[in-house]
């Protein structure tokens, strides 16, 4: 049969060195594969729900098992979501073991991307590589916001009135971007419906391609590794696709898809059936976000609400902590291997990643960035901090608006303190050099100078 | 199948609420006074509360007049530990273990009861059938503040909407027609009533589906337990898978 496929199809050749690919032995590496493994799931059981989910926000009256909402006018899609969770055989599981690794899936890039970042993994020739990898955050990000809002319950609900409210803050542009994607006046008639478009059909399939891309791109490169005994900027160290690789992705895979099972199966999420039906004019106290849209969240909690007029545009409060704010992270984060290269005038190619002390600026500046992120992301708990402290709200606040502007200063000098130091104890310790290729060149006149 | 399992789904809904019903703590007789009572009651007010509420509860230096504050709520601030006042002056009343006994508590409220012409200790009745209007009464009125799920929530101005996880029905109802601290007071026909301390008491005692309840108060907890738990095992396994293979360590 391999033969009938090679002669027509001459695979043969293609396979060979396909399958002798060599990958990097340290387990750091296999966050990238964890997410990518997280998809697989999410794609499994997304398809799953959409075989049972109703996209429509009609009202029809829930005449179901769940008896608190029985008799009660809901939306088609709530009704749905319901019939799943009670009705549907392991229909409530498929929705947990889908949201949980949703949660998981972005941990997962953030934690890929944090690896990327300290070990300096970006820098030439694989700065594309970093760009699509942006690419598929937003990517995953926009699922997670549109899978967020699907159920239309009151939670979600009250989720999408905050990103309506950020849509048309834009200057200009924001009345109406929002009436277009929501067909009208908020809640809007269309909302549910064109959702569901982009979460099972639009975004899945950019991300899904977008992947293949991430993964081509790391073909043709070819891995990083750590600087190692035989590890040098012109090899790559490893084991071979197959068997060893094989064997350890496949051993990932199901471990993880166990993991996150497990997570559906015995811990609950997202109760949509406790938060009740949307309706416009109730709000949900506590009401959070996913946690990936948390410092986005925080943020407009944190902003003092304040409106203000520029050249006779007035510009309204969640603009700048809503819009601007995300916009100028993911502006640096998209060109930061750029902005370093500027900045550092190292534009050689590397294929050794740094240790993270081996860069002390960037590592303080991530960390730094890491810390703004995390305490906006708090932030966004300051209402059930407040419950769970039995503390008044705007002391929690203050506290944070406190922390989000000292806090990155004071660990950012922390960090480039630390890594100065074990730079510094490393170079003093007998026989604690690490070991560093050096190659030199002869020049004309007699002196040595490095290449490398 | 599929009808079999919705039904048997069904029954366990409806049997978290007739798992409530039998909860319903048995202090009916509450309303007949019992003879010496509001003697005992009038002693322990002198010693724990006639400082601030005042010999006949007139309220002395600023402090609140409970005159016509009635046996619901003194019922009500005394099991919920809320009296006698332990803060300092403003705060919000915080929520602690009773002070008194039940018959102490009972005396108590005897006393209060007879200074003035307050509301009565209110009778409800639990009755499944009255979930979903409760729901939806639950959901206009009460979720706002205390949460959709009754786990709490925080106003403004330093108060908190306290979590309903310790509210038996009675206490739920009289907090209802007796508007503590910055609750609204909500004097509503009984059949309402009985609605929303139905709905909250399923809320309270209900299984829930879908495993270990992490707060039923949605992200805060999911994104916690999303990365403690789930990304955590998951570098865990991602560090065994990867590391096992450098021991081999043969080269490729």
């Known amino acids: 049969m391999f033969r009938w496929l090679d002669e027509r199809l001459g695979l043969a050749g293609w396979a060979r060195t396909g399958l002798r690919k060599v990958f990097p032995d340290h387990w750091s590496f296999l966050f990238g594969e964890v997410t990518l493994f997280c998809l697989v799931v999410l794609v499994l059981t997304g398809v799953f729900l959409t075989l049972f989910y109703v996209p429509d926000s009609t009202p029809v009256v829930y005449d179901g098992v769940y008896l608190p909402l029985h008799g009660q006018t809901v939306s088609a899609a709530y009704a749905s979501t319901l019939d799943i969770s009670f009705e549907v055989r392991a229909g409530l599981v498929m929705r947990q073991v889908h949201h949980w690794a949703a949660l998981v899936f972005v941990a997962a890039i953030v934690v890929h991307q944090l690896r990327v970042f300290f070990t300096g993994a970006y ?11 942006i690419g598929l955050l937003v990517f995953a990000l926009a699922m997670g916001i549109t899978g967020y809002s699907l159920p239309d319950d009151l939670l979600s609900g009250t989720g ?3 990103i309506h409210s950020v849509i048309i803050s834009i200057p200009f542009l924001g009345p109406w971007i929002g009436s277009l994607l929501f067909g009208g006046e908020f809640p809007g008639h269309a909302i549910i419906s064109r959702l569901f478009v982009f979460h099972i059909m639009l975004l899945p399939a950019l991300l899904i391609g977008l992947v293949g891309v991430h993964l081509a791109i790391l073909w043709r490169q070819k891995h990083t590794q750590w600087r190692g005994a035989r590890e040098t900027e012109s090899n790559v160290v490893g084991k071979a696709f197959w068997p060893t690789q094989v064997f350890k992705s496949t051993g990932l895979m199901m471990l993880t898809a166990a993991v996150l099972a497990l997570m559906g199966g015995l811990i609950q999420i997202n109760p949509v059936w406790i938060y009740g039906p949307f309706d416009p004019t109730r709000v949900s106290a506590p009401a959070q976000p996913d946690w990936y849209v948390g410092w986005l969240d925080g943020a407009l909690r944190l902003f003092p609400p304040i409106e203000f007029t520029l050249f006779g545009i007035t510009i309204p409060s969640p603009f700048i902590p809503g819009v601007l704010l995300p916009g100028l992270a993911f502006g640096i984060m998209t060109l930061w291997p750029f902005i370093e290269s500027r900045v550092t005038g190292d534009n050689r190619e590397h294929h ?5 002390r081996d860069a002390p600026l960037r590592t303080a500046i991530g960390v730094a960035a890491l810390s703004v992120f995390v305490i906006l992301t708090l932030s966004a708990g300051n209402d059930v901090a407040a419950v769970i402290l039995n503390v008044p709200l705007e002391a929690t606040t203050n506290l944070l608006r406190l922390a989000v502007l000292v806090v990155p ?27 560093v290729a050096v190659r030199l060149r002869r020049t004309a006149d007699g002196g040595f100078e490095e290449v490398d | 199948m599929r009808r079999l399992a919705a039904a048997l789904a069904g029954l366990l809904v409806v049997g978290g609420v007739a798992v409530a019903l039998s909860l319903e703590p048995a202090r009916a007789d509450s309303h007949d006074l019992e003879p010496g009572s509001i003697e005992r009651g009038a002693r322990l007010y002198q010693a724990g509360c006639a400082t601030c509420h005042g010999d006949s509860g007139e309220g002395v230096d600023g402090w609140p007049p409970i005159v016509n504050a ?33 018959q102490e508590i009972r005396d108590l409220v005897a006393f209060v009861a ?21 729901q939806r009464l639950f959901a206009s009125n009460c979720a706002p503040c205390h949460g959709a799920s009754g786990n709490g929530g925080a106003l403004g101005g330093g108060a908190i909407a306290w979590p309903l996880t310790d509210a038996p029905p009675l206490i739920v109802a009289e907090a ?26 399923y809320l309270r005692s209900a299984p829930s589906p879908g495993g270990f309840s992490i707060g039923g ?6 994104g916690l337990v999303a990365w403690f738990v789930g990304m955590a095992a998951l570098a865990a396994v991602v560090y065994l898978v990867g590391r096992e293979w450098d021991r081999t360590g043969d080269g490729g």
Do not use: H
């Not at chain 2, 006042?85 to 602690?96: H, I, L, M, V």
């Not at chain 2, 108060?217 to 999911?222: A, N, R, S």
């Open chain 2, 176 to 201: 209802m027609i007796t508007g503590p601290g910055q609750m609204p007071i909500f004097d509503w026909p009984q059949e309402d009533l009985n609605a929303t301390v139905t709905y909250v008491e």
């Open chain 1, 160 to 162: 999408l009135r905050i």
């Open chain 2, 114 to 134: 007879s200074l003035g012409d307050g509301p009565a200790i209110p009778e409800v009745t639990l009755d499944p059938a009255l979930l979903s209007p409760g």
């Open chain 2, 70 to 102: 009635g046996e619901a709520s003194a019922d009500f601030q005394l099991r919920t530990g809320r009296m006698p006042y332990a803060q300092e002056r403003g705060q919000q009343a915080q929520r602690k273990p009773p002070a008194y006994g039940e």
């Open chain 2, 217 to 222: 108060i949605g992200p805060v907890p999911e």
């Open chain 1, 123 to 133: 820098r030439r020739p694989r700065e594309i590589n970093w760009l699509v990898g």
């Open chain 1, 409 to 435: 200063i004071a660990v950012g000098v922390l960090t480039y303190r630390v890594c100065v130091e074990l730079t510094r104890r490393e170079a003093a310790a007998p026989g604690g050099t690490r070991p």
């Open chain 1, 352 to 356: 050794l990643l740094d240790r993270p």
